[in-house]
Structures are given as C-alpha cells and as structure tokens.
C-alpha cells in the first residue's frame, strides 16, 4: 500500500511540475518570461556492448555556476538542427542565451516555433579564433586525471564494485589501461597522471540515484566535489557511477570534444572503454564498419575489441592517427588526379622504435589520398609490438573520413595481391584502384609495397623490378629475455631489471626513466607478468 501511495504522489507532482512549467511557458509571469541563463553547447557521444543498440550522439548545454566546478546539465530536445545550421558546435565553444520559459521540467531546453527565435547565440569561439575542434597542445603533454566515485559503499544497490584502490589501478597502473595506451600509442607524446593531491575520490550519491540520468548524477558528483574538496588541478574529470544509475543504454559517455566522460561502474575499469571515450574528449567520433556505427575493429573508436579488464593492444585506425598527429612527420598526402601514390608503408610500431629508419628510407606511416570532395586512409597495419592485438593485422587496411573530426568508415583490409576500387573518385567518372603489391626488408624495417592510381588518368605497376617477401618478418622488438641483460634505466646501472623486479617498482616506476629506447616495462621480464 506504501509503494502505491508513494508511486501516486510521485505521479501526481510530476504532472503538477509539467504542468505549471506549460502555464509559466504560455502565460506565466514577467519576471519569469523575461529570466534568462547563459550555456555551453557541448556534443556528447557514448559507447555500447557490441550486441548493443548503438547510441546516437546528442547535445547538451552546460550552464556554469560559479567559476571553478559547479554546473547545471540540459538536454536540448525539438526541432534544433536548423538553429545550428551556420553555427559549427564541433569545437565545443559555442554558448547560447535561453529564456528560462524554454526550458521544461527535467532540465530540457525545448526548441519549438515559440523558443526559436528567443535562444540567441552569445559567443562562437571559431568565428573568434577561426580555430578547428582542437588545436595539437590537447594531444600531447602531461594530462592529469580526476576520477569521482560516485558510491554508497554502505547500501548494496548504490555501491560501486571498484574501490579507490582498484580504480587507481585500473587506469594507471595495470598492464592495460587509459595511461598505458595513450602513452605507447603516442609514441609518449600524451601522458595522462594521477590528479594531485587528490586522484579517486569517494563522493556519496543522493537516496534517488537509481534510475537518475547519467547527467543529474554526474551533475550532482561536480556540486559535491566543489563543496567538499579544495579544488584540485585536472584536464579531465571521469565519473564512475552505480550501475542502477540511468545511462539510457549506453556503457558510458563522454563530451566530444570536452573535459568529462561518465561511466556505468560495469564498464569502468574496461581499456576499451576508457580509451574511446578520453577519444572522444580529444575530439575523436565513432568509426564504423559495413553500415554499423562504430564496428570497426581496427581501433579504439569502434567497439569491437575485447570487453575484458586486460584488453586487447591496438591503437586507433589510420584516420584517427593522421588526426591526432603523433606522427605527422611520416605523413604523406597523395591527389590521385594529378599523380598516382608508389611507396612503402609501416607499421606504428616500427615508427614509434625506429624513427631514423623510417626517414632515411623515405617510408611513411600513413598515407592520405585527397581530391576535393574524397578523402581515404592508408596503413600498413601490421600485428606487432604496441599493434600487437590489433584486427585485420598485417593488411593493408583503408579507412575513409570525409573531415578532420567527423565519422569514419572502414573499406576494406588487402592481403597481398588484392586491391579495392573506390568507384567515381571525387564524384566524377572514374574509379580509384588501391593495391596491395606486397612486403619487403629493407634491413631493420618490414614495409608493405603500395600503389594507388586513377582508372585511365595516372597510372602504377606493383611489378617495377621490386623483390616481395610475402613471409611475415618476426617483431622487430626483441624479447625481454634479450634486453634485460643489458638493460638499466637512465639514473645508472644500479637501476636494472632486477632493482625493477622487487616490490611494486614496475607498477610506480616502469614506464618512466628511459634508456636507450626502452622503459623497464618494455626492457624486463619481471615488469611484463
């Protein structure tokens, strides 16, 4: 009888709140009608489970409270893509003006024929600074990590299951993780570090936060971080949640570009996830496969690798990687209707360990094949070191994305000896031939031999007295048994793989003083168990 009278009172003031928030928006008071606020419009995009429904992105609209952490999330519902038609919100710095008669009970701003012409936009950062999404200083550098707990450790349904402890752990110090990644797979050009003084902290949730949206709860978390901490100094900000807590079938989601992500304590401790979503954060959308929204299995913003607490070492396909920029210098740009591309390619994890090599043998990592209205991406995507884990390994694999911070496509993945066609390049009449014409060794480095040219206007051959080795190369990293012998970190020969090998010294210690290439995670056996 209790939980029909509570489930009736619950009702009745909902429909009360509607209601009233319908009369203040049609006929309601001056003051009212005339109150506005001021907000931030920021994209944001999830990731789900494979067998998932994909999410769609949606906007949002972060209303600042005072000057260091405490804001109000909207949602923005209606007809608001046409508001938004000559206004690039990609960058993430455009804020808009809202009357507060707009906005409907549950922090929805409603854009409908009445609201449209009163939410005016107030400040565009990219007609101010004519800047893209990103400028290259937020991938690389020192990030620091904030991580909110959002937990009652005391009440089963509102306890999340990683302590402070084991989320430290989990995106810091385990053998795959946020940090890890990032580090290998920006050849150490972007490393994410503990927050201090504080890294996890513990915040507990209101009695109601079963079935809260993802965004009150997260909103709530900021509140009692600014009430109940000193501020601490972070780039971002992660939010682990209970999973009762309403994440409207998503595992997590992140501002795209942005500062925050918000994660379902089931998924939190996951790399796969971890990773999309601080990709999301550095401006990075989803790459699909085959007409799945985000099914590409060749990095990081698909869904596709492994949904384990170990993960999988990959990276992120060759769009993204041209992208962030990591490694520009081995960059090549191709228009196929002024020359055809001849060349070698490969892998990241040979540029990332031999930089030289790649340079002085005139090779390159990505290839970019550009007219004005197409553009496709090239990698040798070969199966080693930090790509070791990687799908499609040791292919030449072709991603296809139209902008710099736009969805991906895979197209395909050759072996040796097959080739795609990419029909009416550019929009015109004539096909784009890509080829796989085969590996060689040109000493230390294995490279995938490449042609691609215009059907009847530039022209390649794979068969240019070239010598193939189709038998894969062993890795080109050599095993730890190898380097642990000689190994010792940069402070002095004191400092080698057996200092390493007691207590926690790999954990705090391993992927820092490097020596001739190598940290002692890379260099010592002990450090890889």
Known sequence: MRVV???FTYLLVSIQKAIASHVRRRNGEAAFQSATFECTITEVDGITAPNDEPV???LICIRMRSKQSSEKTYRLAGDYEPFFEDVDISHGGVRIRVPLWAVEWGNIIIFDQESFNQITVTYDLDRKLNTGVINYSNVVGTKKILIIRLSNDSVDAHKISQTEDK?????FWDSN?????????SRRKLEFIPATPNAVITIVPPSDVCGMKWREAGDYAIDELQNQ???IDRSHTLIVMPNCVDFEGAAAWAESPGSKSWYRSLYASLPLVQVHEIGHNLGAKHSGKNGVRYADDTGYMGNQGMWTDEGNKMCFNAAKIWVFGWYSEFHKTSNPEKTAFIGNLVGISDAKNSPNAVTNNGFHVIVRLKSDSSRLFMVYNRKAGLNAEVADGNKLVIIDQDGRYTESTWKAALDVGESYIHKNWNGGSRNLIIVNCGLQNEG???SMFAIAYLE???SAQCNNGQTFNTAPLPDLNPGCDLTEVWWHDVDGEEYNCEWYSQSNRCAAYGDQFEN?????NEACCACED
Request: net charge negative.
């Open 5 to 7: 009278v509570f489930l």
């Open 444 to 446: 230390v480095l294995e």
């Open 177 to 185: 993780n946020l940090k890890k990644v990032y580090w290998r797979c």
């Open 167 to 171: 989320l430290m752990n989990d995106f």
């Open 56 to 58: 769609s992105p949606e």
């Open 516 to 520: 001739d290439g190598y940290t002692a």
């Open 229 to 231: 901490f000193e501020y």
């Open 456 to 458: 009847g206007l530039t």
